[in-house]
């Protein structure tokens, strides 16, 4: 499966952007899709995930109220909104990809299979 992030760029505090995420070679429809993000020096972290089901969305506290996961399985697409950045929001973000997998560990990168390039997202104060 490959996965290409886009839609990362330069904001001010308060904006948005919206990320998209292309995948082809798999069965889209079997997979959970998610982002994650690395800022420097810092641990790659969890931010939200969309079951393959469609079934449910999982958030990090800190993209809840803000972040919305979305996908388009005719199209194979997943998106991230993000509303009200913050410079903490700062980082690059990957798109995530795993066949399926227990509920328990949706919000854990060791078990996503597939990774995207990543996209870089800076909020400016």
């Known amino acids: 499966v490959q996965l290409r992030a886009s839609g990362g760029g330069l904001v001010q505090t308060g904006g948005s952007l919206r990320l998209s995420c292309a995948t082809s070679?798999?069965?889209?429809?079997?997979?959970?899709m998610g982002w994650f993000r690395q800022a420097p020096g810092k641990e790659r972290e969890f931010v939200a995930s969309?079951?393959?089901?469609?079934?449910?969305?999982y958030y990090d506290d800190s993209a809840k109220g803000r972040f919305t996961v979305s996908r388009d399985n005719a199209k194979a697409m997943v998106y991230l909104q993000m509303n009200d950045l913050k410079p903490e929001d700062s980082a690059v973000y990957y798109c995530?990809?795993?066949?399926?997998?227990?509920?328990?560990?949706?919000?854990?990168?060791?078990?996503?299979?597939?990774w995207g390039q990543g996209t870089q997202v800076t909020v400016s104060s």
């Open positions: 995530v990809a795993r066949a399926g997998g227990i509920l328990s560990t949706i919000r854990q990168k060791e078990f996503y299979n597939y």
């Open positions: 070679g798999g069965s889209f429809r079997r997979y959970d």
């Open positions: 969309i079951r393959y089901s469609s079934s449910g969305t």
